[in-house]
């Protein structure tokens, strides 16, 4: 089993920045690949970021490239992601994932997922 704790959501004004970690516990050494999903209310969770866990390849969906970052500490066994000049569009709670497998744009993927941590931006 691995478990994963999200913070550093909150309130922000559109291009504003935050960012988010993701600290994972139990069995790391299961996992291959981390990913931020969000689900702003009403519409279906969509992939944001991954990135491999042994290595440091990184996967953004087109909405945030050259926005986000994705990043990785492994003696902290934590994910970040930077958020930079945010939208209201950004709105939403975000998730970490931990996978198994490849697919990392899937949330099927995915074998574990933290409790979300909300984002609002302000327009």
């Known amino acids: 089993q691995v478990q994963l704790v999200e913070s550093g959501g909150g309130l922000v004004q559109a291009g504003g920045s935050l960012r988010l970690s993701c600290v994972a516990s139990g069995r790391t050494s299961s996992i291959y690949i981390m990913g931020w999903f969000r689900q702003a209310t009403g519409k279906e969770r969509e992939f944001v970021a991954a990135i491999n866990w042994g290595g440091a390849r990184t996967y953004y969906a087109d909405s945030v490239k050259r926005r986000f970052a994705i990043s990785r500490e492994n003696a902290k066994n934590t994910v970040y992601l930077q958020m930079n000049s945010l939208k209201s569009e950004d709105t939403a709670v975000y998730y970490c994932?931990?996978?198994?497998?490849?697919?990392?744009?899937?949330?099927?993927?995915?074998?574990?997922w933290g409790q979300g941590t909300q984002v609002t931006v302000s327009s």
């Open positions: 994932g931990a996978a198994r497998g490849s697919g990392y744009r899937e949330s099927a993927t995915y074998d574990y």
